[in-house]
């Protein structure tokens, strides 16, 4: 079967520092990415790993763990327009589609 | 903007209707997919368009199809509509050659309501 989990809802003020957590059971896996979508938008491509470790793009970083079906999204100095849905999506293998969780919405505080 | 636009924005129709969403990819983009996102559920996958052949099938109703034409744009076709079709509906482009990843870039999406 295919599954993956976030957690539902998350806080943070303003210039913290937020982790998102995404686990996945796939059958298969080519590759794992992070959407940002804001409430009634289209969601916009973050980041994208397929080998273990972590990317750094600008203020968000994102870490995958390919043996323990983890990864997460860091995302540092928040900013109000942060306040989205984090999408966690997974490429199982041969194929393009994307499978996504049912997203992570973060509200940011003044 | 991601180069990839659907239309209408917003949809109102009634059970047992039918409607068509349309979607024309980013330039260049020979994959389409449709995605169909509800309130309480993540982004589902439908069906995947590439060059025009149907290359990859989700969890997509019988009372729903698509096709892919010459000229790449992608309609999807929503028969015998019931209150729980209510969703948005995003279409989605990518192309190995174009972007890092062969990552999808979505369009504005369809609102779809049915009363």
């Known amino acids: 079967g295919q599954n993956i989990d976030q957690p539902t809802e998350m806080t943070a003020t303003e210039g913290a520092i937020v982790q998102i957590n995404c686990t996945y059971q796939t059958s298969g896996f080519n590759g794992l990415f992070w959407y940002q979508q804001h409430a009634g938008e289209a969601p916009t491509f973050l980041s994208y790993?397929?080998?273990?470790g972590l990317e750094e793009k600008g203020r968000f970083s994102s870490f995958l763990s390919r043996s323990k079906g983890y990864s997460y999204l860091l995302l540092k100095e928040l900013q109000m327009k942060d306040s989205a849905s984090y999408l966690c999506a997974v490429r199982p293998e041969d194929t393009d589609k994307l499978i996504f969780g049912t997203g992570t919405r973060l509200q940011v505080f003044p | 903007d991601s180069g990839v636009t659907q239309t209408p924005k917003h949809l109102i129709t009634a059970t047992g209707q039918r409607v068509t969403l349309r979607c024309s990819p980013r330039s260049g983009d020979l994959s389409v997919y449709w995605y169909q996102q509800s309130l309480d559920q993540g982004l589902q996958f439908l069906i995947q368009?590439?060059?025009?052949?149907?290359?990859a099938k989700g969890n997509i109703l019988e009372r729903f199809s698509a096709q892919q034409f010459p000229d790449l744009h992608s309609e999807l076709n929503l028969s015998s509509l019931e209150l729980g079709d209510s969703a948005l509906y995003f279409c989605?482009?990518?192309?190995?050659?174009?972007?890092?990843?062969?990552?999808?870039?979505f369009g504005p999406g369809t609102r779809l309501t049915v009363l």
């Open positions: 790993n397929v080998l273990d």
């Open positions: 989605a482009s990518s192309s190995p050659t174009s972007g890092s990843y062969n990552e999808q870039f």
């Open positions: 368009y590439y060059n025009g052949e149907e290359r």
